[in-house]
């Protein structure tokens, strides 16, 4: 499974909490492929500017030595996120979705609002 990892559910997985049992399987499982995406790092990183979100200072070393894959922001996930319908606002979330689509993979999240895209996904 090639699985890409919403910010909640990244953070949740961290904390060693509130992940359901098959995500924590799925996330857990050597034969799977997990991402963060670029996107995820930058808006922890915002977030965490800005008082509103509690994360590890030491993210990037936190993922490395979890086995997680970086997932880059290109040119064409940009313009895929761009064009996507209007039903999601949040600007990361889109570009999950962008990048979920055009790489084949499954997003690990409880976000409701991903299922109006048709991707691929796990609950968190």
């Known amino acids: 499974m090639r699985l890409l990892l919403d910010t909640h559910a990244l953070l949740w997985w961290l904390a060693d909490e509130n992940?359901?049992?098959?995500?924590?399987?799925?996330?857990?499982?050597?034969?799977?492929?997990?991402m963060v995406s670029a996107a995820t790092a930058w808006e922890i990183?915002?977030?965490r500017a800005l008082g509103?979100?509690?994360?590890?200072?030491?993210l990037e070393q936190q993922l490395h030595?979890?086995?997680?894959?970086?997932?880059?922001?290109s040119i064409a996930h940009g313009i895929a996120a761009g064009q996507l319908a209007r039903h999601h606002e949040d600007p990361f979330d889109r570009?999950?979705?962008a990048q979920a689509i055009?790489?084949?993979?499954?997003?690990?999240?409880?976000?409701?609002?991903?299922?109006?895209?048709?991707?691929?996904l796990l609950a968190a």
């Not at 509103?52 to 030491?58: I, S, T």
């Not at 030595?65 to 922001?73: D, K, R």
């Open 19 to 34: 992940l359901s049992t098959q995500a924590r399987d799925a996330i857990a499982d050597p034969a799977n492929l997990v």
């Open 45 to 47: 990183s915002i977030k």
């Open 52 to 58: 509103k979100l509690a994360a590890p200072d030491d």
């Open 65 to 73: 030595a979890g086995g997680f894959t970086a997932l880059p922001i």
């Open 95 to 97: 570009m999950l979705i």
């Open 102 to 120: 055009a790489e084949g993979l499954t997003i690990v999240t409880r976000d409701k609002r991903f299922e109006d895209y048709g991707v691929a």
